[in-house]
């Protein structure tokens, strides 16, 4: 459904990414951020629902083409912590949102496991953010402070999950609220990555469906 585009960042340089439109012209516009395998084919596939659900959806390309198999989490690990965050988010991410909003449209931006992290330090550091959805991921405080926090967020996470963990999420949640953002969390009792249909240990249909749902609902309120 989609295809592969380039878009310049705010530096200058060239990104790559690939973008999924929606049906009607004038949509808003949702940048989608990869799990730490890379941009994979079940990224693609949620870029393209976001598009059938009446968003222009853009995935950026932050491992620059390389694609982790699911059963190298070394690898994984090796390519996530590699990645220099401030600028994939600040360079590469923002310029994902010029590029959506070139014709005046608002921008939401969501992201899985690290993207869930990437999108909070969006939230805090791209200007022409209106509204963010992260799954299970949260970045450090030196990253990105509740506080800083500009932007409603609404966050979906997993009871049994060891990384983004229950414990986590409450710290988070109190921060926000504590900072008087406008923030919502969800927890479903499943593994972490439950919306990733290719990985059937953790894939959980029930809790991504309604994770789905409420994130759908949650654009259209904030973006149109």
């Known amino acids: 459904m989609g295809t592969t585009i380039s878009f310049k960042r705010p530096d200058g340089k060239d990104a790559t990414g690939y973008l999924a439109n929606a049906a009607r012209g004038n949509a808003p516009g949702v940048i989608v951020i990869q799990e730490w395998w890379g941009l994979s084919e079940n990224i693609k596939a949620l870029t393209d629902r976001f598009a059938l659900a009446g968003f222009d959806a853009l995935a950026p390309d932050l491992y620059k083409g390389v694609v982790v198999p699911y059963h190298d989490a070394e ?72 506080a800083d926090v500009k932007i409603p967020l609404q966050g979906h996470f997993a009871n049994k999950d060891d990384w983004c963990t229950p414990a986590a999420v409450d710290a988070f949640e109190a921060a926000m609220k504590a900072a008087g953002k406008d923030f919502e969390a969800f927890r479903y009792d499943a593994d972490h990555a439950f919306v990733n249909e290719q990985r059937a240990a953790v894939h959980d249909r029930e809790a991504a469906e309604l994770a789905w749902g409420r994130a759908i609902d949650f654009f259209k309120k904030h973006l149109g």
């Open 75 to 146: 690898e994984a690990n090796r390519q996530m912590t590699s990645l220099d965050f401030m600028d994939a988010t600040t360079q590469t991410v923002r310029g994902a949102a010029a590029y959506l909003a070139r014709n005046g449209a608002k921008v939401g931006l969501t992201g899985f496991c690290m993207g869930g992290a990437v999108t909070i330090i969006g939230a805090a550091k791209i200007p022409e953010l209106t509204a963010g959805v992260a799954f299970y991921g949260i970045p450090p405080e030196q990253a990105a402070k509740p």
